[in-house]
């Protein structure tokens, strides 16, 4: 509506995301405000500090959302989407995989494929918003909008950290680790290292070396949807630049972070438009 201010996080950010997973998954029956809530709940229980009571909520809300998958993965599903490519999957022993097994892929690949990508579609807008002159270019040119969201993945990604755990003892900057040791690591920092990225708090899409970051993580559990999500991000940054070119962020709104162990984005990106 023009003179109103709508909530780019809410309306579109993260709905976006959710509709794609579910084509992907040959999903159509759930509202995604639904699985959101879900999604939503998945990601506080395992990364937040919930209390012992919120815990318990949480786990319903998650327990629904595995129920529901469930039925999702017996039902028949359209055989070009993934659940119905994992039913008809074949191991070398000619079983076809269990259903436990598709049920859990499914669950995760749909939090690491909408939550994810919702949050970089957040914070991608709220530095293109604070910027006429990104926001305005975004809207035209495909390949400045696509640098730019690689700029915000460096700088500031959804992903924070990730987990991993050693397989052997290992040597890392000095310090000897013993085989099993639970490691934490800082993957938004390698972004920032002045030792790779000239002048790191710049915002610059011209940069030569804009991939070096680790944003998506290394090595054989890279994320297998980076490109999806940087297509996704870029796209949604220059549709709504095109669509909404007067928008300004909202004075003095407060963006209200998402803190999570693993993840951080704005929850809200509230835009004035005419
Ligand atoms: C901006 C969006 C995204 C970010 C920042 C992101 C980040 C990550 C990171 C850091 C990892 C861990 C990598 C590692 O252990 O080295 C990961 C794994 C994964 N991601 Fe993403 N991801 C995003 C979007 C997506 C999308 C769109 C999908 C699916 C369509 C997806 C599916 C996965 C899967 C299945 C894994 C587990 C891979 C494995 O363990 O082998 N992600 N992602």
């Known amino acids: 509506m023009p003179g109103a201010d709508c909530d780019l996080a809410a309306d579109y950010a993260r709905p976006l995301p959710c509709m794609v997973m579910l084509q992907l998954l040959g999903i159509a029956d759930m ?19 919930p209390s012992p009571e919120r815990q318990a909520h949480l786990v319903d809300l998650v327990c629904d959302f595995y129920r529901w998958l469930t039925s999702q993965v017996t039902d028949a599903a359209p055989s070009h989407s993934l659940i119905g490519a994992l039913r008809s999957h074949r191991m070398p022993s000619g079983e076809p995989v269990d259903p436990a097994t598709v049920v859990a892929v499914c669950f995760f690949a749909f939090i690491a494929g909408q939550s994810t990508t919702g949050q970089l579609i957040s914070t991608v807008l709220r530095h293109a918003l604070a910027d006429a002159d990104v ?20 700088r500031e990604p959804p992903v924070t950290t990730w987990r991993r755990v050693t397989a052997r ?46 944003s998506f993580g ?49 929850t809200r990106v509230l835009v004035r438009h005419n």
């Open 31 to 49: 509202p995604a405000s639904t699985l959101l809530a879900w999604s939503d709940a998945s990601l506080e229980l395992f990364y937040g500090w």
């Open 218 to 266: 290394a090595g054989r559990h890279r994320c297998l949807g980076a490109s999806l999500a940087r297509t996704e991000a870029a796209v949604a940054l220059r549709v709504a630049a095109r669509l909404l070119p007067d928008a300004t962020l909202t004075k003095g709104a407060d963006p209200q972070m998402l803190g999570l162990l693993s993840f951080r984005a704005p």
């Open 135 to 154: 926001w305005e270019r975004s809207a035209s040119d495909e390949s400045f909008a696509s640098a730019w969201v690689e700029e915000v993945l460096r």
């Open 169 to 214: 003892e290992v040597e890392l900057s000095e310090v000897r680790l013993p085989a099993g040791s639970q490691l934490l690591l800082m993957l938004m920092g390698t972004g920032s290292d002045p030792e790779i990225f000239d002048q790191p708090d710049r915002m610059d899409p011209y940069r030569a070396n804009i991939r070096h970051h680790l």
